[in-house]
């Protein structure tokens, strides 16, 4: 069982940066595809980025593409996701999921998730 803790979640101005970080528990965290979701009020959760447990394939919604950046640590059993020029329409709750099958977009695939952490940007 892998359990997920997000942090680095804040309030920014348009145009501005955060780094999200994703720190996971158990030994098997390397064998994990990992992906950041985001759920507007009043919206689905939807995809932001994924990355393969080797870190050979990352794949990003074309919404965040160019802006933000996947990355983990898999000696130290975390995930950052680096994001830059942040947009109003970047507000979410971001969550942090492990899917032990797939590096894909589809959250119904993700086996594990964290409780979220906002972002909030101002325009």
């Known amino acids: 069982q892998v359990q997920l803790v997000e942090s680095g979640g804040g309030l920014v101005q348009a145009g501005g940066s955060l780094r999200l970080s994703c720190a996971a528990s158990?030994?098997?965290?390397?064998?994990?595809?990992m992906g950041w979701f985001r759920q507007a009020p009043g919206k689905e959760r939807e995809f932001v980025a994924a990355?393969?447990?080797?870190?050979?394939?990352?794949y990003y919604a074309d919404s965040v593409k160019g802006r933000f950046t996947l990355s983990r640590d898999n000696a130290k059993n975390t995930v950052h996701l680096q994001m830059n020029s942040l947009k109003p329409e970047d507000t979410a709750v971001y969550y942090c999921?492990?899917?032990?099958?797939?590096?894909?977009?589809?959250?119904?695939?993700?086996?594990?998730w964290g409780q979220g952490t906002q972002v909030t940007v101002s325009s």
């Open positions: 158990g030994r098997t965290f390397s064998t994990y595809a």
């Open positions: 990355i393969s447990w080797s870190s050979v394939n990352t």
């Open positions: 999921a492990a899917d032990h099958s797939y590096t894909g977009r589809d959250p119904f695939t993700y086996d594990y």
